[in-house]
């Protein structure tokens, strides 16, 4: 288990179910724990409406693992 699994279990699950407001704070939460996090930069970047947000996210998760 890692720090913030169940945040990224509920951002992701909050995300899937369309409440994107919510999954955007859940999973900006397990960033904070967890910066090395793909995953959870990765969902947090399909959750943000800031066009140059989500590019910014997305090549964070291109850093962790490109």
Do not use: C, T
């Amino acid at each position: 288990m890692f720090p913030g699994e169940d945040l990224l279990q509920e951002g992701i699950e909050a995300f899937q179910a369309g409440d994107r407001q919510k999954a955007h704070d859940l999973l900006a939460q397990v960033v904070e724990v967890d910066p090395e996090n793909e995953q959870a930069w990765y969902y947090l970047a399909a959750s943000e409406s800031d066009p140059i947000q989500r590019r910014q996210h997305l090549e964070r998760v291109l850093d962790i693992n490109p």
